[in-house]
């Protein structure tokens, strides 16, 4: 089993960074995949950065401005986001992938432990 926690979420003007921070506490060595996703009101969760298979992988709308990254460990994963704009206000979750469950690197159901979010609010 997997508990993942969030911080680093807050409110920033457009053009500002953040830095997201998910520690991942108990069999932290099992897991394979990590991932960010958000949720703005309204709208369904989205994949925003994965890393998994010695790569990371981004959306289309966060390409160049966010940045995934993870310890050797698998316990601390983090997301950079820089250049941020009003429509990245969202929650952001972290995502681990236990066991090799397959799929896209966006898809939810791939993922199988999720934190609680943490909020990021862009005003413009």
């Known amino acids: 089993q997997v508990q993942l926690v969030e911080s680093g979420g807050g409110s920033v003007q457009a053009g500002g960074s953040l830095r997201l921070s998910c520690t991942a506490f108990?069999?932290?060595?099992?897991?394979?995949?990590m991932a960010w996703f958000r949720q703005a009101p309204g709208k369904e969760r989205e994949g925003v950065a994965a890393?998994?298979?010695?790569?990371?992988f981004y959306a289309d709308a966060v390409k160049g401005r966010f940045t995934i990254s993870r310890d050797d460990t698998k316990i601390m994963l983090w997301l950079q986001m820089d250049s941020l704009e009003p429509e990245d206000t969202a929650l952001y979750y972290c995502?681990?992938?236990?066991?090799?469950?397959?799929?896209?690197?966006?898809?939810?159901?791939?993922?199988?432990?999720w934190g609680q979010g943490t909020q990021v609010t862009v005003s413009s």
């Open positions: 995502a681990a992938n236990f066991g090799g469950r397959g799929g896209k690197w966006f898809s939810r159901t791939k993922y199988n432990f």
């Open positions: 890393i998994g298979a010695g790569s990371t």
């Open positions: 108990g069999d932290a060595y099992s897991i394979d995949w």
